[in-house]
């Protein structure tokens, strides 16, 4: 009889990736080798029956959507921003907490007709100036958002805020409150069906890791 093949597990790479580890291995969940200092983006782990796949943040919705993974570990603002269509998003692992927000200057008039708002967020933030009633010209943009305003490029930026830090730093401050983000574990909605009992073990496994405090 043949194999079956293994769960794929979706991870996102950076500051999620680190503070995921810890609670796979609670869930009993290590990975063969340390995927920080490989190349490698497959990794097998201490459980034949689960393979570990590392990617941006970004991909993991596409490739758990898809199929090629069967589940998947991602921010909040990449399924507010991409959708969550075909996914369920049967846990929160609390982990990674930040807040989804627009900044700018503190003296800049909002009054004037036409925003102009950087983001890597567009369709998060089209969504949200939208819904109040503001015109806004979206420009995309991937990183350092806060030059944006310094550079007379945009008036405002829908970004990630965790500390505040650096928008103070370059003379910014947050200025509405968008959404609170935290990491989610997210499953395709078919291999829910067709490989119910090993992914329902893994959400309890998972679960229960985040209810030990493991991530605190």
């Avoid at 810890?22 to 920080?36: K, Q, R, S, W, Y």
């Avoid at 919705?61 to 049967?90: I, Q």
């Avoid at 989804?100 to 933030?125: E, Q, Y």
Wanted: proline fraction near 5%; charge should be positive.
């Amino acid at each position: 009889m043949a194999m079956t093949q293994p769960l794929v597990m979706a991870l996102t790479k950076g500051r999620i990736l680190k503070e995921t580890l810890p609670l796979l291995a609670a869930a009993g969940i290590e990975p063969l080798e340390d995927v920080h200092s490989s190349r490698k983006l497959i990794f097998e782990t201490n459980r034949p029956d689960l393979r570990l796949v590392i990617l941006r943040g970004s991909d993991v919705p596409t490739y758990v959507r898809h199929g090629a993974a069967d589940v998947g570990v991602v921010g909040k603002d990449m399924l507010l921003e991409f959708g969550s269509e075909g996914l369920y998003e049967p846990l929160d692992l609390g982990i990674s907490r930040c807040r989804l927000m627009t900044a700018g200057f503190p003296d800049a008039p909002r009054s004037r007709p036409r925003l102009r708002v950087a983001s890597k967020f567009v369709n998060l933030a089209r969504r949200h100036y939208a819904n109040k009633g503001i015109q806004a010209e979206l420009i995309k943009l991937y990183g350092a958002m806060e030059l944006a305003p310094l550079m007379n490029l945009a008036d405002e930026i829908v970004d990630i805020v965790d500390t505040g830090n650096t928008l103070r730093a370059n003379g910014m401050v947050p200025l509405e409150h968008i959404a609170d983000v935290s990491s989610r574990l997210v499953v395709n909605k078919a291999a829910m069906r067709t490989r119910h009992s090993s992914i329902d073990a893994l959400v309890k496994a998972l679960r229960g890791a985040v209810e030990q405090g493991v991530a605190a």
